[in-house]
């Protein structure tokens, strides 16, 4: 089965091994982030629609499972826009949980619906979920995420902390930083007072690593971003994070039991989602590595995928 709306697993530095779902199907999204992977956004909006279907990523979910697919270790929800703008979000949830009872589920939010108490309520289903909040300055808020009408930093952060108040899941809060553009002492400064009202349980702060949608996002040093993380250590709940325990080495069994075709498709439905390096494709799916380097030699070949040189790596993504 082709799938439209499940990717990877990819191995994410902040979840492990997981399987992302799309719940947009096309680039929808409240923000038009400059630094975005997945390119710019077509349908700029606050409105919420059932843009993908529960019934079509629930039936998918059930093929993943039934056809014995790497066993991932967080579902998490979220493909080319916002996810939370899916009317159908708390189905997708629960159906989710009913189908893989022991994976979690993660939602990816840019925090722009969390004022919305139908939001709130709907994502207490699930165990982690991982706003961002790349800069409390408003001026860098409209340079950085370009918000849709009707998306203020105001409407942002008391969503946020209205949010933390009843969720009994974690909380991975992110924050980017674009060279030039949120790096300032104010935002830091801004950020310093607002995380320890949050109590996210972990902050991740980040660069790019992958081709974004503008030439203007351009990453910060690694100093930076080490005075980042330090400056904003101590910001979180105490008790911290226990990652999930690794599964490599059941997922590599599982991949290397797959037929070359269906890993192929895996590869494949990957690289449709965002593009990625060789060894980042390799990692997630658990396949070796002359295995990895013969689907992507056939995919080239056959010009499914193409290939680009950025931020000093070779990635590849999905021919249109
Ligand atoms: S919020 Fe996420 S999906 Fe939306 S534009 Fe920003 S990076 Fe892209």
Not at 210 to 220: D, F, I, N, Q, Y
Request: hydrophobic fraction near 40%; proline fraction near 6%.
């Amino acid at each position: 089965m082709q799938f439209k709306t499940l990717y990877g697993p990819v191995r994410s530095g902040r979840l492990g091994l997981s399987l992302g779902v799309d719940l947009l199907g096309k680039r929808i999204c409240s923000l038009d982030c400059i630094y975005c992977e997945v390119g710019p956004t077509r349908i700029h909006t606050l409105e919420r629609r059932a843009y993908m279907p529960a019934r079509t990523i629930l039936e998918e979910l059930r093929s993943w499972k039934s056809q014995g697919l790497p066993r991932p270790e967080f579902i998490t929800l979220g493909g080319l826009g916002e996810p939370c703008l899916n009317l159908e979000l708390e189905e997708i949830i629960i159906g989710s949980r009913t189908i893989f009872p022991d994976i979690p589920v993660a939602v990816l939010t840019n925090s722009t619906l969390l004022h919305d108490p139908a939001v709130r309520r709907e994502l207490a289903a699930t165990q982690v979920i991982l706003p961002s909040l790349d800069t409390l300055v408003p001026s860098e808020f409209i340079k950085i995420n370009k918000p849709c009408s009707g998306v203020t930093l105001d409407n942002i952060t008391t969503g946020l902390l209205e949010f933390r108040e009843r969720y009994a899941g974690r909380i991975f809060l992110e924050i980017l930083l674009a060279r030039g553009i949120n790096d300032s002492e104010e935002n830091l400064a801004r950020l310093r007072d607002f995380i320890p009202r949050l109590k996210p349980d972990r902050v991740d702060v980040v660069t790019m690593t992958r081709p974004g949608a503008s030439p203007l996002a351009k990453a910060v040093d690694e100093q930076t971003l080490i005075a980042w993380r330090t400056a904003l250590r101590g910001t979180t709940k105490k008790e911290g994070i226990q990652q999930p325990a690794s599964i490599q080495g059941q997922t590599q069994d599982l991949a290397q039991d797959l037929a070359t075709d269906a890993q192929r498709e895996l590869v494949l439905n990957s690289l449709r989602r965002r593009p990625q390096t060789i060894d980042q494709v390799r990692e997630a799916l658990g396949l070796d590595p002359a295995q990895t380097r013969a689907v992507f030699a056939d995919l080239t070949a056959q010009g499914a995928i193409q290939h680009a040189r950025e931020l000093g790596e070779d990635f590849f993504q999905a021919a249109p």
